[in-house]
Structure formats: C-alpha cells, structure tokens
C-alpha cells in the first residue's frame, strides 16, 4: 500500500491581507498529479484542513473540489481535526463521504476511530485521533487518573484494541521526542506549548507502523522515520521564506514501512527576502509574482516606498528598513517588544531608522512630545 501523508492545509488561509486560495487551488491539483504519478492507495489529512473554525464559503468548496477528484480516482482519504478546524462541522456527512472512501473524524468520541483498508498482503489499520485536549479525554474517562496532557493522549490510544499487525497513527498534536521539540515557523499559533506540559511523548506511538503528524509546519521526524511531520504544503509566514515544501509518501510492505520519500512540491508563487537600496530592487525586478518581504538599506525612509515597491512586485507583503550598518531584527519583532515603555519603543525605531541612537536633546522632545499627547 502507498499512501500520500499531508497536514495543515489551511485552505482559506490569509497572510499579510493576501487571499492565498488561488496558490492552495495551485498545490492541490499539483498533489493531485504526484497521486496520479504515484498510484497511490490513500490520503492521509492529519489536521488543519481548514484555517479557521468557520471558514470562507470559497475554502469549502475547494476542499470539496478536492475530495471529489479524490474519491474519483478511488483514492481513500483518512482525516483528522486540527485545532483551527471546527471538529463538529468536520463531522457534518462524515456518515455518507464514507461510502466514497472518505473517512473523517471529527470530534473525539472517547475512543480514536479506526478504519481498514486492504492491500494484497492484508488488513491495514487506520487510527484516526484528531486534535483533542486533556479536558475532553477526562469527560470520557472520569475514574482515569490522567493528570496532565501526556496522560490523556495515552488514554485516548488505548480505548481502542488494535485490529491489525500493520497500524498507521493520524493524529494532530504537538509531539516530542523525550524533551526534544520539533523544530517550529511562524505560522505555527496557539495552542502550542514547546516542552513537557502540553506535549505529547513520541513514545506512545510504538506499536504503529507509521504515525502520521499535523500540527507543525515544517516537515520533519521526531525521534524516528517513522513518526514524521508533514509539515504545511505552503509557507504561511514571512519567516518561511525560501523553505522547501513536500508531500510525504509512505510505502507499507509485508512487515510495515517499506520506504518513505519526500516528494517535493512547488508553489505558484514563492516567498521570497529580498535587501537592498529600493532603487536597486525595483531596477530589475525579477519573478515579479512571487510574494515578497523586502529590506532596505536606504540610510533614511524612502516617500511612497511600498508604492515603488509594488510597481516591480504586485504581491509585496512587507516592507521594513535596516540601514547599512544597523542590527540585523528578526523576522517577526511581536516577541522582542511586547512589554517594553514606550520611550524604547521609540528609540528602538528611531535608532533603525537612522542608523544612530537618539541625542539627548532629542530624547527629552520625545518625552515632552508624549506627555503633552497624553493630556
């Protein structure tokens, strides 16, 4: 049997104002080919098929767009809740999709659900947990002794009975190996906890043959080669410029995983860093439709700078200074400033601005500035 593993979707998805359903139309009818090319038996979704809860009429239709060419090429699908989708609406026909092959579960119902497919060596057992939390499991089993998150997630595995020597894990979670995490993006959001409190350990996935992860953007194993991240099939922040996208597929043989390749995928448009002088980046442009963060190193701001910008790059999603010479600012400065005074604040810009700290003078205009602005 040869399945495709994919996660995090996030069909509906927006990033820095821009409408990212035509580059998800994009990658999915390039999936669609790499099932084509592959022959594969089955899709795995581990999560996040949607980016929010109640998602854009337009994402819905198509994921349905989706599952259709899925179900026509009698290709399964197996897929689980993430923490952005709504587990209840997930579920709505789940009941009916089933008997195209398509296999959802949405909300968890005290036990992971399990499907069966077979190939010519015998029964494989799908495990379906989709994205639940410590508090859910408990409702289900109040006599459990399940004190934190690790506990529950443990649980909840082994309500069910294995029903097959050849067992695949979907499952949407934030897994570790021991007190390793797995490498995160800045797509990833909340809820996620990096340690030992709201993690779960890859250990309890033992007795799988392959586990299949959403949850996480960037593609990678925990702990094994066969516990493995899909990652997301686009990048969703600015800090993924440049990162390489893939589907994994996954071959199962006699006795489990037969090999495990990572096949790559290539947006419609990328995202790209691009510093300079506004002058030189907009001379000759290159790949104008790809989505662009851009870094001057003007020595001052420049008038109308993003409007130069998109001239060259229609689809400039950011634009920010470092002068020649100043500190090199991480990609996202949300963390490095939440909580800091407002004259920092203020010096901090100036300073990365102008390339120089404020004078003294300069600092007690600042000052009289903000007082007389707070009366």
Known sequence: ?????????????????????????????????????????????????????????AACTLLDWFLTQLAARRIAVLAVSGNHDSAERLDYAAGLLANQNVYIAGQFRGAPRQIVLNDRFGPVEFTLLPFVRAATVRHYMPEADLPDYDSAVAAALSACAPSAERRVLVAHQM???????????????????????????????????????????????????????AGAPLCYHLDECGMEKSATLVRLGRRGVDGIDTLPLHPRRAMRHIVGPLAKLVEHPADTGDYIWATLTDPT?????????????????????????????????????RGKPFASLFEDFFTQMNGRPLTVEEARAVKALREEASK
């Open 1 to 57: 049997m040869k399945f495709l593993h994919l996660a995090d979707l996030h069909l509906g998805k927006r990033v820095n104002g821009f409408d990212l359903l035509e580059d998800q139309r994009y990658i999915l009818e390039q999936i669609l080919a790499l099932c084509d090319s592959n022959k594969v038996d089955a899709v795995v979704l581990a999560g996040d098929i949607y980016d929010a809860p109640v998602p854009p009429a």
């Open 175 to 229: 897994v570790v190996a021991g007190l390793c995490p797995p490498q995160l993006s800045g797509s990833e959001t909340a809820p996620l906890t990096v340690g030992t409190v709201d993690s779960v350990d890859a250990a309890h996935f033992s007795g799988f043959s392959y586990t299949a992860l959403g949850h996480i953007h960037r593609a990678q194993r925990v702990g094994s080669d066969t516990v493995r991240y």
């Open 301 to 337: 701001p420049q008038p109308d700078a993003m409007a130069m910008l998109r001239t060259a790059y229609p689809n400039a999603m950011r634009l920010d200074y470092r002068p020649q010479g100043a500190e090199i600012l991480p990609a996202d400065t949300a963390q490095s400033v």
